[in-house]
Antibody, heavy 119, light 110 residues
Framework: QVQLVQSGSELKKPGASVKVSCKAS????????MSWVRQAPGQGLEWMGW????????SYAQDFTGRFVLSLDTSVSTAYLQISNLKAEDTAVYYC????????????WGQGTLVTVSS | QSALTQPPSASGSPGQSVTISCTGT?????????VSWYQQHPGKAPKLMIY???KRPSGVPDRFSGSKSGNTASLTVSGLQAEDEGDYYC??????????FGGGTKVTVL
């Protein structure tokens, strides 16, 4: 069965970096795109961007350029989200989701990774 | 890209129907038949309920249905059940292969 398993919660200080992983199983990793979605505490869903798992080419939403990097390791069917120069407002749950591009929907989601940024 | 507009809350008694609207623009909802809806329970990941405006993934009850008219999409839940309580988000493809979510609607089963 299709599964997306994300890495565990992280507690980081402002200015640090974090790398969240999303390991896929149960399907051909390069057959579907991978999107990332942020959910701040008590807030709604925000689409961050997606990565083409064939080419490794990422595409970012306007609010997620600069400090956010999407990458892959296809040898282990894993997608990554790296956030640098962390700020308190980056505190959120981050989800990966198997996606249909360019149609714009996701059928399987990871369990979410809570990233807390606090001094 | 501005978020799609959803009512913050909706409610109904068991067995009744509730409809949630999702209003965008001619650059997103109105431009593509790629509106999806997600259900989220507290502390859980979102679950796909409707994709491409009207299609239901396998396993989603046919009590859930979607529609679209112009720049507004809608999700209707018929025959409300206690387990339908949760947050619902619409999402649309926008330009440049981007997505945009709605702000979410909290559905309460009275």
């Amino acid at each position: 069965q299709v599964q997306l398993v994300q890495s565990g919660s992280e507690l980081k200080k402002p200015g640090a970096s974090v790398k969240v992983s999303c390991k896929a199983s149960g399907y051909g990793f390069s057959t579907y795109a991978m999107s990332w979605v942020r959910q701040a505490p008590g807030q709604g869903l925000e689409w961050m961007g997606w990565i083409n798992t064939n080419t490794g080419n990422p595409s970012y939403a306007q609010d997620f350029t600069g400090r956010f990097v999407l990458s892959l390791d296809t040898s282990v069917s894993t997608a990554y989200l790296q956030i640098s120069n962390l700020k308190a407002e980056d505190t959120a749950v981050y989800y990966c989701a198997r996606s249909y591009q360019p149609r714009g929907w996701a059928d399987y989601w990871g369990q979410g990774t809570l990233v807390t940024v606090s001094s | 890209q501005s978020a799609l507009t959803q009512p913050p809350s909706a409610s109904g008694s068991p067995g009744q129907s509730v409809t949630i609207s999702c209003t965008g623009t001619s650059r997103d909802v109105g431009a593509y038949n790629y509106v999806s809806w997600y259900q989220q329970h507290p502390g859980k990941a979102p679950k796909l309920m409707i994709y491409e405006v009207t299609k239901r993934p396998s396993g989603v009850p046919d009590r859930f249905s979607g529609s679209k008219s112009g720049n507004t999409a809608s999700l209707t839940v018929s025959g409300l059940q206690a387990e339908d309580e949760g947050d619902y988000y619409c999402c649309s493809r926008a330009g440049n292969n981007n997505w945009v979510f709605g702000g979410g609607t909290k559905v309460t089963v009275l």
